[in-house]
Nanobody, 121 residues
Framework: QVQMVESGGGSVQAGGSLRLSCAAS????????MGWYRQAPGKQRELVAT???????NYADSVKGRFTISRDNAKNTVYLQMNSLKVEDTAVYYC???????????????WGQGTQVTVSS
């Protein structure tokens, strides 16, 4: 069974940085694109960044130029470096699989607990 374990969230002021990590178990990680999703209270889930096993990345317009996704295939881990954080980045961040073309394709039932990111002004 694939499980996602997210970590690295916290509270920062606007303009600050955080680095999120997601450890995934199982061989699915190695052959799937991975993505970082976020959900703010009262809002729909948003896919913010994806990365394929060969390193091709895609970003939502809202984070382009500020966030960087990367992955370590040997460690089954995907990262999200978040710089120049804004108040509107406040959300719970989750990782899950994604499509190779950069769209949502999560494994439902395998969502982790997420990690809270809170950005204050």
């Amino acid at each position: 069974q694939v499980q996602m374990v997210e970590s690295g969230g916290g509270s920062v002021q606007a303009g600050g940085s955080l680095r999120l990590s997601c450890a995934a178990s199982g061989s699915i990680f190695r052959i799937n694109a991975m993505g970082w999703y976020r959900q703010a209270p009262g809002k729909q889930r948003e896919l913010v960044a994806t990365i394929t096993p060969i390193g091709t990345t895609n970003y939502a317009d809202s984070v382009k130029g500020r966030f960087t996704i990367s992955r370590d295939n040997a460690k089954n881990t995907v990262y999200l470096q978040m710089n120049s954080l804004k108040v509107e980045d406040t959300a719970v961040y989750y990782c899950n699989t994604a499509s190779w073309s950069g769209s949502e394709s999560p494994l439902n039932g395998y969502w982790g607990q997420g990690t809270q990111v809170t950005v204050s002004s």
